[in-house]
């Protein structure tokens, strides 16, 4: 698979059942992806990371230090359709053995609460759980404007629960909330509201929040009121329960110290979490959030979360777990979503960070040659950097004291063969330098260029130019007769004429067959050197220099928008260290998954990106 095709959700959907069922349940393999020796597969975990797609992936490519160096396959993706996620982590049984006793003790719920008749306190989370969790707490910089409950009395064995569930839509600041339920300890409804955000909206988010534009337009009711009907309702001694309850007191924009999150209080090994919906089904044996609906009913998930951390209590840890194969059955594939904060994924950040990208790209992909003499032959000068690359534009600059050339090639290979072999060239009669624009977008060019040859995806790939204009493969692949281990070519065309360029990509089967071609090229018609631009990089890269250039230079920006991205740097290093967490629990020899899937809720469609992978790949492999 590889080149510039997009493989769609339902291309994955197949993946992933050939991956669980394989040929013994009649299933055909993927013709985009196979796996060999699939019938030693351990297992399969998809990590799913929501609001996060490619733009953030390139953006942020030296903090997802642990994604770029694990997985050697990436494909790209559409922007997320919605109803992906449900299919990965369907519900469906299959056939488990009862739990050893070894088995139930090393389980963390087992390892949690052994002891039988456990206090209630036991089952709220600790600070440094709430931390880990990203629920908002008291000193966090971030929830510094967040509005504390009062509720902060001794907790004992008949502290009341309350059941919690909010409804979000989209707006210009990110996810907002529009709806709130409350029940008390029986289960009844002490709140049911809709909530007016400050904010204009985007997106009603219909399919899951329940609430349309007409159904808003009359409410009132702010988050403000909201906040202070709770910090009055709620005793001092009150514990809240909710399924993922982190996201609801973020879009209450409150912080409450004693909680019982059904999310996690369910969790089995490697962080892997249900959903709400299958938790009610399995274990209370109800039917909830049903497709006849008009989105969720935030006062019947309050009160399903408050039935299952009540069936917990009571029934104990071991009962609970005893019943696990039947009941909450160990599905083929393990699905675990982690959430970018809401604040790092709002319109203007993004517009901020896509503009931000585009100008780092131009600036690489442009390189300053000179000085150039008097009676300097430009043509020959050009037809000198034209064999390193397809050249974007070339102009001359007549303003410094000699004249130079500003060139911009359309890959990074090209800008980076010339600055390596034609710095101090005497080419046209002129001794040339050339150097990129120095600017604070550059500043870790070097880096990211030495970061990028080492990239699993771009080993075996080499990128070759000087390619002969009407050429076609098969006169190529006679030219390029003595390399051996040669897979496959990849020949871009221009997006407006749809002719090759002067430049293709080389993949080898192995490294050490790329090595040697590049050792074989030199001195030949072509220029060559190890790819930086993956497949999927070089789509993505060509679709976003394509609309355009943004970034004024020297504009002094505002300090708000600098600790947002500050933030969202910070944010993104955090998912990829959870990701490491997870993938080091994560069995040898299973296939893991790991989603960036894109959003198209925003102003703008972005596309998402798929890595993929075989723990150990040993006996088991895959190619793509």
Known sequence: MFGESQISYEQLGELLKYATEGKHHNVTQPSWCRIHHRRQLAGVTVVILHHVDQLHFYRYYLQ?????????????LPALSGDFIEKPGGSGTNDCQQLSREEMDEDPIIQKYAEKGCSLSSYILTGEEMQLHDYPIKGCAACSHFVQTHCNGPVTDSSPLFGLDCEMCLTDKGSKLTRIAVVDTSGRCLMNELVKPEWPIRNYLTCYSGITEKLLQPVQTTLAE?????????????????????????????????VIDTSLLYTRKGGRRFKLKFLAAAVLGKE???????????????????ELAQYFIEQGARKILQKAPEEIPKSPINVIQLVLDSKHVTADLLAETTSKMRAKLSDLLTIYVGPLSKNVCLKTVKKAFRKC????????????????????????EGAQLALEELNGAEIGGSALQIQRPVTERTLDGEMLVQELERDPE???????????????????????GPLKGLRSIFWPRGLQTGRRRNYCFLRFQSPECASEALRLLQGSMFRSRKALSSPTFFRWARLVNEKGQGGAEGQEE??????????LTRAIKKLDRRVKTLYEQVPENSLCLVLL????RLSSSLGGLGLLGI???KSISTSC
Request: hydrophobic content about 35%; glycine content about 6%.
């Open 226 to 258: 909201i906040q202070a009907r709770l910090r009055n309702m709620l005793p001092p001694d009150a514990i809240l329960v909710g399924h993922s309850l982190d996201a609801d007191l973020r879009a209450l924009e409150m912080i409450h110290p004693k």
């Open 458 to 480: 771009n080993e075996g790939m080499v990128y070759l130019a000087g390619v002969r204009k009407g050429q076609d493969e098969t006169e190529l692949r006679e030219q390029l």
């Open 597 to 600: 899937p894109g959003t198209d």
């Open 64 to 76: 997802f230090k642990h994604l770029r160096k694990t997985f050697k396959h990436r494909f790209c």
């Open 558 to 567: 505002p300090q708000q928008v600098l600790d947002l991205e500050l933030g």
């Open 288 to 306: 909830i959030q049903s497709k006849a609906q008009l989105g969720h009913d935030p006062t019947e998930d309050a009160q399903c979360a408050l």
């Open 389 to 412: 690359g397809h050249i974007q534009t070339i102009r001359v600059i007549p303003e410094t004291v000699k004249p130079h050339l500003c060139i911009q090639y359309e890959v990074l």
């Open 615 to 617: 723990k150990g790949e």
